[in-house]
């Protein structure tokens, strides 16, 4: 899903999508982030990044052992 990198980029917030895991669900978007990103500055404008991404919400958290932020 590269729009989630491109919306994100309207943030400012830069890095590039690595990996997306499918689940019955809820589907997770590893997103690598670019150095010096901070996570609050990303959960600031969780509603937002939502709304454009047409879903109805949208969490984030550190994947663990991984440089990566997994978006559900």
Do not use: C, W
């Not at 996570?39 to 990566?68: C, H, M, P, Q």
Request: proline share 4%; aromatic share 4%; net charge negative.
């Amino acid at each position: 899903m590269q729009d989630l990198a491109k919306v994100l980029e309207h943030y400012g917030v830069k890095g590039e999508v690595v990996k997306t895991n499918q689940g019955p669900l809820i589907s997770q978007i590893e997103f690598l982030p670019a150095p010096g990103t901070k996570i609050k500055n990303i959960t600031a404008s969780l509603d937002d990044i939502a709304r454009e991404l047409g879903v109805s919400s949208l969490r984030v958290e550190a994947v663990e052992d991984s440089n990566t932020l997994g978006f559900e």
